[in-house]
T-cell receptor, first 114, second 114 residues
Framework: DAGVTQSPTHLIKTRGQQVTLRCSPKSGHDTVSWYQQALGQGPQFIFQYYEEEERQRGNFPDRFSGHQFPNYSSELNVNALLLGDSALYLC?????????????FGSGTQLSVL | AQSVAQPEDQVNVAEGNPLTVKCTYSVSGNPYLFWYVQYPNRGLQFLLKYITGDNLVKGSYGFEAEFNKSQTSFHLKKPSALVSDSALYFCAVRSLSSASKIIFGSGTRLSIRP
């Protein structure tokens, strides 16, 4: 049973470019959350997708957008990249069944903006 | 707004000694509390959670955490540390009113010396 998979593992972009990160949730999970983890910091909540809609959003600008597909996989898009967007981007999946479900994390995509 | 605080950036313990990693929380309503661990170049892994019931919860790898409502704390503990416990530990909180968002602390680096 595959866990949460993210691609690519590493990415180098320049300022102003756009990037798309991808995530496949753990089998049986229908909810995907995205987090940004800057070096030496805790993960910061970007947004969560459920039933192909953004359910909740953290304090991130509109340059950050996402999508969830019918198979529950998800994409994170960042437009007009800034140097400060350099970070590890983590995808986490969970099940909407029950409550206080734990998150299963992928290994992340390390984004470097030059 | 909900938040967690981890007052120690780093905790150093000798192998075989007990360890404690501190966490305090702020949330409206009853909290759901979590501990996650992050090894180098990896995503976060779930250790344990508190929802309700016994204030002492047991988790993976011999870790346990004590919920203290009066002190709004949820400290992570282990009776006897192993060198392999060296990693980055994150406390996290979710409130019933914010169904989908889990907020992480800034992390505590645990270093176990042989």
């Amino acid at each position: 049973d595959a866990g949460v998979t993210q691609s690519p593992t590493h990415l180098i972009k320049t300022r102003g470019q756009q990037v798309t990160l991808r995530c496949s949730p753990k089998s049986g999970h229908d909810t995907v959350s995205w987090y940004q983890q800057a070096l030496g910091q805790g993960p910061q909540f970007i947004f969560q997708y459920y039933e192909e809609e953004e359910r909740q959003r953290g304090n991130f600008p509109d340059r950050f957008s996402g999508h969830q597909f019918p198979n529950y996989s998800s994409e994170l898009n960042v437009n007009a990249l800034l140097l400060g967007d350099s970070a590890l981007y983590l995808c986490a999946s969970s099940s909407s069944q029950g409550y206080a479900e734990k998150l299963f994390f992928g290994s992340g995509t390390q984004l470097s903006v030059l | 707004a909900q938040s967690v605080a981890q007052p120690e950036d780093q905790v150093n313990v000798a192998e075989g000694n007990p360890l404690t990693v501190k966490c305090t929380y702020s949330v409206s309503g009853n909290p759901y509390l979590f501990w996650y661990v992050q090894y180098p170049n990896r995503g976060l892994q779930f250790l344990l959670k508190y929802i309700t019931g016994d204030n002492l919860v047991k988790g993976s790898y011999g870790f346990e955490a004590e919920f203290n409502k009066s002190q709004t704390s949820f400290h992570l503990k282990k009776p006897s540390a192993l060198v392999s416990d060296s990693a980055l530990y994150f406390c996290a909180v979710r409130s019933l009113s914010s169904a989908s968002k889990i907020i992480f602390g800034s992390g505590t680096r645990l270093s176990i010396r042989p």
